[in-house]
């Protein structure tokens, strides 16, 4: 699921940010980015980030600079002397007029520097910490937000499927009919003068009605579109479940559809597995 997040937190001039963005993954996959003094922070961050996220791509982005007013100056004196004394040198042997101003001194390279402060990452953690949190609070809402979309285009095309599925059981009892119609048709057609309750008649439309019956699948599929409907409405992570349900909903319809000998079930049951794939694409996008 795709998501953007970024927070911020600092004390004593050094301020750290964090920036993290996730997009669609069926596994979870992540890349922390960290400043090379904080690099040995990578396991707490990904800790972290595991405990909230558990599916998708998401790219970590750690980093802190100082605030210019709490930075410290360093001037070498001995290095601007030596500059100073250069350009006086040179405006003589130019006999070029005006004065060395300090202004000239100051910009020359390495008379103005501004010392790097190490950054220790024990201390920088509970700031880190506290801005990755801010950030994650951010990612998680907007993927929530995704999450509603993707459920209530769930729901739509479960609704979909359950209702054709009800159609399917309409049809159903008709199937051993036309099954014992065009039975009786096939023989009167090769001229044969046998009645409908023939021994050899009856056994045949047994075995087509036992062969044929999909009662026991939709009253699987029934129960699978039950829990499937009751993960979705969960809090907390569902799209492993999910993914494991899809499957074993189409390997049900697969079976029904086997089974119809029936060539409007069977047009039934492509639709509902063409609503099934839908379902198992947007799957993937869900934690």
Known sequence: MTGYGRGQSGTNGTQFSVELNSVNRKQSDVTVTLPRELAELEPRVRDLINSEVSRGRLNVVVAFHTCAASQKVAIDTELAHTYFAAMRDLQAQLGAGGEVSIDAVLRAPGVVRVPEE???????????????????????????????????DLIRRLKIVRETLRKIRRLHPAVLKKFRQALKERIEKVGLELPIDDERIVKEVIFFADKSDIT????????????????????????????????????????????????????????????????????????
């Open 118 to 152: 190490p950054v220790s990452a024990i201390e920088a953690w509970p700031h880190i910490e506290a801005a990755l949190k801010e950030a994650l609070v951010s990612l998680v809402s907007m993927r929530e937000r995704e999450g509603k979309n993707l459920a209530k």
């Open 216 to 287: 026991e699948e939709l009253t699987r599929l029934d129960s699978h579109f039950t829990q499937f409907a009751h993960h979705l409405r969960k809090a907390e992570p569902v799209g492993r479940t999910l993914e494991f349900m899809t499957q074993e909903i189409s390997r049900e319809l697969n079976t029904l559809g086997s089974k119809s000998n029936d060539v409007e079930i069977s047009q039934c049951v492509v639709t509902c597995k063409d609503e099934m794939e839908k379902i198992r694409e947007q799957i993937q996008n869900i934690e």
